[in-house]
């Protein structure tokens, strides 16, 4: 059963999976619903424009595994550690030491 918003039955429809019923049913509501006609509508022209394209070709010379290679043989650059990552001096260990036994 359709419902005005539902998500999953408009995007069934723009893509012509759903039941006959259904389909029906949607076809009924778009005609009264302008919100859920211009969804279909906006899904239906998402889906013309991403048919009509068409996948580059990759370039001449390198493959994607030769990338991958590339990427991952080469050495990750260094980070210095954040402030939280780094030690604590002496002198700051003892006075949290101090703060925590004293009480």
Same mark, same amino acid.
């Given at each position: 059963?359709?419902?005005?918003?539902?998500?999953?039955?408009?995007?069934?429809?723009?893509?012509?999976?759903?039941?006959?019923?259904?389909?029906?049913?949607?076809?009924?509501?778009?005609?009264?619903? %302008?919100?859920?006609?211009?969804?279909? +509508?906006?899904?239906? /022209?998402?889906?013309? #424009?991403?048919? *009509?394209?068409? &996948? =580059?070709? %990759?370039?001449?010379?390198?493959?994607? +595994?030769?990338?991958? /290679?590339?990427?991952? #043989?080469?050495? *990750?650059?260094? &980070? =210095?550690?954040?402030?939280?990552?780094?030690?604590?001096?002496?002198?700051?260990?003892?006075?949290? #030491?101090?703060?925590?036994?004293?009480?």
């Amino acid at each position: 059963m359709f419902e005005c918003g539902d998500p999953a039955g408009l995007i069934a429809y723009a893509y012509e999976e759903c039941d006959v019923d259904v389909r029906r049913q949607v076809a009924r509501h778009i005609d009264t619903c %302008p919100a859920c006609a211009a969804e279909v +509508s906006a899904l239906s /022209s998402t889906r013309a #424009a991403l048919g *009509a394209w068409d &996948v =580059p070709e %990759p370039e001449a010379g390198v493959g994607l +595994s030769e990338a991958l /290679s590339l990427a991952l #043989a080469s050495p *990750a650059p260094a &980070v =210095p550690p954040r402030w939280y990552q780094q030690p604590l001096p002496a002198w700051a260990q003892v006075a949290a #030491a101090l703060v925590i036994f004293a009480s």
